[in-house]
């Protein structure tokens, strides 16, 4: 079953929200990806479709936005900032705790399908680096010991006491939904 026959009636909402239809494109990335955790070739080019949009423009917006995964991550997609600010206060110190707690590097999910971690260029905190976003949440002044409390819940638990705080699309009356 392809995406307009599976959420037709969230399409409809989305589509209703814009005024020019292109503006529609993240949203409906976003829906496509709540099918299988990533979006599919065949995903961007449906959305292409309905956006009247090429699919190279699809593909440009999917991979420059680190929200969106092109392929199977982890139940926990742990992103960690590696921009300017967030390095110069220890982010490549925190990418080194993951390397050794997690046993894998930047790209790669540990063998039970846990974990994914990626770094990323920017997450919009630079004022509380360093920094990293697991799933919908953030972490921020990251620490070894709350690294290690992370990953503990997370293991656990499926969640966090730590996080700030999850991503949340605005409605049409601009609440968070």
Known sequence: MNLAE????????????YP????????LLYLAQQENGFITEGA??????????TPPQVYETAT????????????????ICKSLMCALVGSDTVIGWMKTK????????T??????????????????????????????RLTEEK?????ADLRTTGTSSMK????????RAGARV
């Open 64 to 79: 420059f936005y680190t929200m969106l995964n092109l392929k199977k991550v982890g139940k926990f997609h742990i992103q």
């Open 102 to 109: 997690l046993g894998i590097g930047p790209g790669e999910t």
């Open 44 to 53: 961007m080019i449906e959305i292409a479709g309905m956006l009247k949009l």
């Open 20 to 27: 020019v239809r292109r503006s529609a494109l993240i949203p």
């Open 111 to 140: 063998a039970d399908g846990l974990f994914t971690l990626t770094a990323v260029e920017c997450l919009a905190a630079c004022g509380t680096g360093p920094m990293m976003q697991i799933n919908d949440d953030y972490y921020e």
């Open 147 to 151: 690294v290690d409390r992370i990953l």
């Open 164 to 171: 700030s705080g999850p991503f949340m699309w605005p409605d």
């Open 6 to 17: 599976k959420y037709k009636d969230e399409i409809a909402d989305i589509l209703s929200r």
